[in-house]
């Protein structure tokens, strides 16, 4: 397959993912702690504002936390969960995916917000995990009140961390709502991004600096890897249109444009990332395509030579033992899901492709729990960028459901 000829505009589409999957930080709340050194001491800081009392702190070290509590409280709470944010980033209340304006709606609601930085960036789903759950105690100490409902939203990263708590601890929750969720778990995730570093390599060798384990440090991301991976694209665009069918490669894309864009993006986290991952595994191998035979996703649209050559040619990589422990505790979804759960996905989504949904759905149906999952998806190109009304309707919807569980529950 040849894909359409890429234009000239391309390069200026990718230069703007120098911030990859829209995940720039909205400025707009002066009240948002900045870094670790914001707010210090054993008590809250207390804003009273129109409408709402807001409670800032730090707790488990650096992990700085916020409460906002409306006037016409309802008693129910929204513990927030974020995504992932480059591990050299300071420490902060999160503000990209448009949470402050998704905060402030659902205060204006009646609900109270709980949320936090983690003690660590990066792929922090363990300590993710660890400082969410902590919120709820910690709301009851600052605000001298215990919800009467406890409901879980989360972004990208974030939906795996949520789905951790519902699995592990359901009894502590009322239901969950993810928005463009990585819920298909941490090894999904890092094949994705490593199957298309590795076919990109193949495809156009020497291109890129180091391998898809081995990122050089201190490289300038413009320079060294979106300028040359759309040079190399418009040089070529067939070895694109190659990676784009194979199966294990589903890149995201309606155009030729979203196509380079879903390319940049999964490379552009390989190297943002792959340091910090790591050291989280001690510098062991944290993919694997070691037994992968790579195949074309719909039968018969890539020559069968093509696709020897690239079973042969491909870098191999194998997964550690000890990485997979790793994964399995922090962490491997395993359908367990006993609460309402509405997720929401774009069925385009660069940065967390949509078949995480369908491999959690997988999992939760094999569990028995399907009854328990609603997914819903949006005919749109992005990753995070649902808007205030659309988490406000499906928490409202997500109410609905955990609703009509308990009425079941009740005639049974």
Known sequence: ????????????????????????????????????????????????????????????????????????????????????????????????????????????????????????????????????????????AVVKSEPTYTWLMAHSLGGLIGVELVETHPNEYDGILTMGGMIGGTRAQLDYVGHVRILFDFFYPGVLPGTVIDVPEGLDLTQDVIYPVVGAVQADPTGLGALSLIRETPLPYRS????????????????????????????????????????????????????????????????????????????????????????????????????HETLYATRVADAGNAANLVQVFTERYGHTDFSADEAAAALLDLRDMAAADQKMALAD
């Open 256 to 355: 030729a444009e979203e196509l380079v864009e879903s390319l940049v993006t999964a490379i552009g986290f390989d190297f943002r990332g792959i340091h910090d991952v790591l050291e989280r595994t001690e510098d062991r191998c944290p993919i694997d395509n070691f037994d992968t035979e790579y195949a074309a996703a719909i039968p018969g649209t890539l020559p069968p030579e093509v696709l020897a050559m690239v079973n042969a040619g491909a870098q191999r990589y194998s997964r550690s033992r000890p990485t997979e422990n790793l994964f399995d505790r922090h962490y491997e979804p395993s359908g367990e899901l006993t609460v309402p759960m509405i997720t929401l996905h774009n069925r385009y989504d660069p940065v967390v492709p949509a078949f």
């Open 1 to 140: 397959m040849k894909p359409e000829r890429i234009s000239t505009t391309m390069v200026t589409v990718a230069l703007l993912l120098v911030a990859l999957g829209g995940c720039a930080d909205d400025e707009s709340n002066p009240l948002t702690p900045t870094s670790a050194d914001a707010v210090r001491g054993d008590k809250a800081t207390v804003i009273i504002e129109d409408g709402y009392t807001r409670y800032d702190g730090v707790t488990g070290g650096d992990n700085l936390y916020a409460f906002l509590v409306p006037d016409d409280w309802n008693g129910e709470l929204v513990l927030y969960a974020h995504g992932f944010i480059d591990s050299e980033e300071p420490l902060a209340l999160p503000t990209n995916d448009n949470v402050v304006a998704i905060r402030d709606r659902v205060v204006d609601m009646g609900f109270a917000w709980a949320y936090c930085s983690y003690r660590e960036n990066g792929l922090a789903v363990k300590d993710g995990a660890w400082a969410t759950r902590q919120l709820q105690n910690l709301f009851v």
